[in-house]
């Protein structure tokens, strides 16, 4: 795949194999690993009180997925000489303006908008998300996926 675009897919493994537990340049403290090892303590906590383990798992790989894919999409507009967007742009906004289905990009972005309800459910709806209201684990990474296929090829194309 070679657009770039690194997201958790439903196995937990990261698409792209890109750095887990590496640290964010060298202005860290913290040893490498320390921050996983402390998100998954907390997450263990979540699960010992009585957690659904299995959603808060795929709203952290919905969360990893979007941020990674705004950051391409984001990414992909500076290259192209886009114009920065207007500060205090909705996500909906943002996105419309990445992948505007004018030009030809309403698969993308209807995919997107799509993963950012998810994203919003996610951080807004987080121990209300009902197994029937969420989507599974396969219709997620489908979205992703297709994300993925359409970033790869309209890389492609402009090469």
């Known amino acids: 795949s070679g657009s770039g ?7 937990g ?18 040893a490498p690993g320390s921050l996983t090892r402390a998100v998954g303590g907390l997450h263990k906590e979540y ?5 659904d383990a299995s959603l ?28 920065p967007l207007p500060k205090g742009s909705s996500e909906e906004e943002k996105i419309n303006a990445l992948a505007p289905r004018s030009a030809g990009q309403s698969q993308l972005c209807d995919s997107a908008h799509t993963l950012r309800r998810w994203y919003n459910a996610c951080r807004h709806e987080r121990g209300q998300w009902s197994v029937g209201a969420r989507p599974s684990d396969k219709e ?4 992703i996926e297709r994300i993925r296929g359409l970033l790869d090829s309209e890389r492609a194309q402009r090469a």
């Open 5 to 11: 675009f690194s997201a958790a897919t439903s196995s």
């Open 13 to 30: 493994a990261s698409a792209s194999g890109a750095g887990a537990s590496s640290s964010s340049g060298g202005s860290s403290t913290s």
């Open 47 to 51: 699960v010992a009180g009585g957690g």
């Open 56 to 83: 808060a798992r795929l709203q952290d790989r919905i969360s990893n997925a979007y941020l990674s894919m705004m950051g391409h999409l984001e990414r992909r507009h500076e290259q192209c000489g886009g114009a």
């Open 140 to 143: 997620v990474a489908r979205v």
